[in-house]
T-cell receptor, first 109, second 111 residues
């Protein structure tokens, strides 16, 4: 089945720093979503982005479907950005999301 | 809209007990999913449904059952709970479009 790999696995930042999270996937996809799981365990939809670029405030994402990767950019990080960031894809023959293992982000003040 | 709601938020079960995790969505979505998340891992699909009366297995269905009698509700049944079922359970739904929306999760411990 499709493989979803995220890097780095862990990231420690000072408040105000910028970061880039990467998601590689091994086959063509119909859907790609980025989620933030906050310290209380809640999954928050960040982006639905099977291709192209989107921005939402300090966060932006780019997916290059032909090269099978997606990037999530966090600018001017804040302590509330801490948590786990998941990339998840739906293969072309599937209906359910396949999740990567996530990137754990810790932002300190 | 309340979105996707799940009950209970937390539950502790003894080995061999049974329980039902409830999931309800008020967005009239056709597709509904159950995932589990083990510590330090991403989510894995247990079961899914493409509409009322239609369900299918996902990657990790053993030890679980589901039903979908209405568009709104998609309960997950655990029979004979085992320690390996200790996990956080998430329900999700989506319309005909591809973006999925998740509930707040149920944290289950089996001891």
């Amino acid at each position: 089945g499709i493989q979803v790999e995220q890097s780095p696995p862990d990231l420690i930042l000072q408040e105000g720093a910028n970061s880039t999270l990467r998601c590689n996937f091994s086959d063509s996809v119909n859907n790609l979503q980025w989620f933030h799981q906050n310290p209380w365990g809640q999954l928050i939809n960040l982006f639905y982005i099977p291709s192209g670029t989107k921005q939402n405030g300090r966060l932006s994402a780019t997916t290059v479907a032909t090269e099978r990767y997606s990037l999530l950019y966090i600018s001017s990080s804040q302590t509330t950005d801490s948590g786990v960031y998941f990339c998840a894809v739906v293969p072309q023959a599937g209906t359910a999301l396949i999740f990567g293992k996530g990137t754990t982000l810790s932002v300190s003040s | 809209n309340a979105g996707v709601t799940q009950t209970p938020k937390f539950r502790i079960l003894k080995i061999g007990q049974s329980m039902t995790l409830q999931c309800t969505q008020d967005m009239n979505h056709n597709y509904m999913y159950w995932y589990r998340q083990d510590p330090g891992m991403g989510l894995k699909l247990i079961y899914y449904s493409v509409g009322a009366g239609i369900t299918d297995k996902g990657e990790v269905p053993n030890g679980y059952n589901v039903s979908r009698s209405t568009t709104e509700d998609f309960p997950l049944r655990l029979e004979l709970a085992a320690p390996s079922q200790t996990s956080v359970y998430f329900c999700a739904s989506r319309p005909r479009g591809p973006e999925q929306y998740f509930g707040p999760g149920t944290r289950l411990t089996v001891t």
